[in-house]
């Protein structure tokens, strides 16, 4: 058994090729991962690659109609008009550091097979608190895609995030730099405790000026108001207890 | 030193055929260990393959006559008159993600040889609290196995188990899948805290419909009534005890 | 790198050979380790071989001298009249599981090299309480040894200990029964919290029996008393204190 | 991808040669990690190495002009009149046991291409509570090297560090005895809990001495004073709570 097993579904890498890879897997947030599905879903990207590896959780995921498969990455290519993009999206990161490095590798070969020269990753940036409106934090892995980014919306804050960038978004713009390739990492602000749609529209709306492209982001949008009302109700409901606790010592 | 080490008791790989085989490593609540145990027993399957690896905890085993062996997995061979079954059971599963991944593989290679073609893993559903009619949950890794094992008792439930099935239960569905071998999972729902017997004869009972044989299944039944006599008599004491306390109060 | 380094200080494998190792690395109560180091002083055995391995902890021991060593296990080499025996000590077992594999079968190899045909491994046998009077139990890896370890004074007890040997001592006589070797392993019984000299002298005397040997246990015994003392002086306080609390409430 | 990338950044290792390297990779104190950057900067080493690896944590560090390199290991050289010096500095140890192991090999063998003869390697020593005037602890590969440093200012105390030396500092000392390099590990006392720049400043005075070397310790022994003050108004504030409180309760 290969450590890490690339597995085309349709046409093979000779015949596909695409400039743009974005990288949406979990992580802080889940804020990558929700930009990513929600392109893939609204553009109708199909999958074309599969990627298991003995990195990954030992673990199946049931899927709906009650059959299973492994827990895997999966690559989907959006073949449009005027643009193609791959999306790197999945279940899992590595559950090793070893892992991470290896994986991120593989990620890497599979975009130069497919003719990749930007990687756009993204994150969240966890930031402890709630935040009312979350920048867009970006870093790069060349000087010169800064002016673009900063155009786009990201602010680039040098000391932010402080502990580097952790897995797949920080790994594929450090080995992808060595390859040439040119690398955007994009993270929303999130507190880090929760799933964060409305972190995730601020970057989808970030990427999109950088990609040129049009993305309907209302179900996004949505889903961060509910979870908004959600998290206001938990709010209101604490501060009521502890009305009623005052006013029964007083 | 092999990473896993595959050692033939008596006829080689050539001289055994069977189409099924049924794995019951431990587990949640043992419910794949007893029931696994339990038709080994029942139906006087011997011996055939022992399975030794790094993978395994690094520790031997005191038998009862005093000697030790290597903690180990093996496998038994059934050869009855209308039907061939092999057995996988053993002392524990991998020590490390990656090691669970070699293992299932190494499983399904040794299954291949045998002539293997339908897999059926077994194991516990744990829910976190004490179930009074264990439902008996059953994954696949085909869409047409559904109605089979619907038909025979088992409970398609997509959701459940919602993490998944994690270890050799499920990625030997998982990885057998790309092997072209049809993937059984049954699971008794269990309270995840206690060795689990009565949860145990409910996945046998399945599992028989399914496999078309009759296996005697009172000493799992009675050791499933030992347990809720033992169960029911913790609750009482502790019951008795919140009663004297409150006397006490009084 | 190797994984694993084997150097031989002097004479190469080819000129040395001898029937018996004994392993005595640190472990429960380090009293196999005393035992070992205590027989290699009395004994005035000398170092022959020293193994350094990626699976110990990284780290130097830094010597009497001011001088640093890599953390490694050493094999010594008692050339007596009537008997030859190889010890084998060190600072440290695996940090991994995969680790302790891999080295318990590398010494092996070793003392295949050296023409071992009897390996003792040695430890302590956890029971979590003080013992008066310490039991030396006994397990081996082939039947016919039972009989001498009990005539020795050896208790062959096959539900003890439960959790079966872990580590070099299991592992030896486990995977050196497929190599055709005999094993013996001797557990002093021991609280488990500290180390035990006591009980390292009643594994001494077994051994010595087993072997035919006369070894000189006095400053094992004495050691074995000062910890008793120290233990007795700790219990004794605790006790007086005890006495001044119930006084204070009384 | 290697497990460990070694890349020179301009000349090849044909083209350089120095007989001493510097290690001071991140540690206890950060003491030796303060020491050798102090160094790169006031004698204006230059970077010619970067090592990258698997064994390093898997992420990226963020850079003051918002682009990201990799976790690093990195090598600079200072071609001096008089004396030519490697530095190994970097932003993280191995993540685990093993890769501290092959990093240190590595990083060997890298120091012989170069033709360096004898190491130092820099550390803490963590003894738990604030220290008044810290020593500096030495030890070293071979007997012959304790009057040099002794003479230079070191403490040789065979006690010390009792559980021996974690790491690269340790481990190049120990692999790099039996390659036939010279190691001398220098260990500035410091609390263990805070960055020391004091115990830095008392290695630097040391390894100066041992170098024949003069170099302006202003700024660290300025960073230590600082320190000391911060610490200090800390105690100070502690001290005076402490008395508003014993107030309170008269």
Redesign the interface.
């Known amino acids: 058994?290969e450590?890490i097993t690339i597995?085309y579904l349709g046409p093979g890498p000779k015949e596909i090729s695409a400039p743009i890879l974005i990288e949406g897997l979990p992580g802080i947030g889940h804020v990558g991962k929700l930009v990513a599905e929600h392109m893939i879903h609204e553009l109708g990207a199909r999958k074309i690659v599969e990627i298991e590896s003995?990195?990954?959780?030992?673990?199946?995921?049931?899927?709906?109609?009650?059959?299973?498969?492994?827990?895997n990455n999966e690559i989907y290519l959006y073949d449009g008009k005027d643009c193609r993009i791959l999306f790197l999206v999945g279940d899992f990161q590595?559950?090793?550091?070893?892992g991470?490095?290896?994986l991120?590798?593989a990620f890497l070969s599979i975009a130069e097979d497919l003719g990749v020269s930007r990687i756009y990753t993204l994150g969240g940036y966890g930031v402890g608190h709630l935040v009312e409106v979350p920048r867009v934090l970006?870093?790069?892995?060349?000087?010169t895609l800064?002016d673009q980014i900063e155009a786009a919306g990201a602010v680039?804050?040098?000391?932010?995030?402080g502990?580097?960038?952790?897995?797949a978004a920080?790994?594929m713009?450090?080995?992808g730099?060595s390859r040439g390739m040119e690398?955007i990492?994009l993270m929303g602000e999130t507190s880090g405790y929760l799933v964060d749609p409305k972190s995730a529209a601020g970057v989808l709306d970030v990427l999109c000026t950088l990609l040129g492209l049009r993305i309907d982001a209302t179900t996004l949008q949505q889903r961060g108001m509910e979870m908004e009302h959600m998290i206001q109700k938990l709010v209101d409901t604490e501060r009521a207890t502890e009305n009623d606790e005052l006013r029964y010592i007083v």
Do not use: W
């Open positions: 058994m450590e597995r003995i990195f990954f959780p030992p673990q199946v995921i049931i899927q709906e109609n009650g059959t299973v498969r492994l827990a590595s559950t090793s550091a070893e991470h490095y290896l991120a590798d970006g870093v790069v892995n060349q000087e800064r680039i804050s040098p000391d932010e995030p502990g580097g960038i952790i897995g920080g790994l713009l450090g080995l730099k690398g990492c």
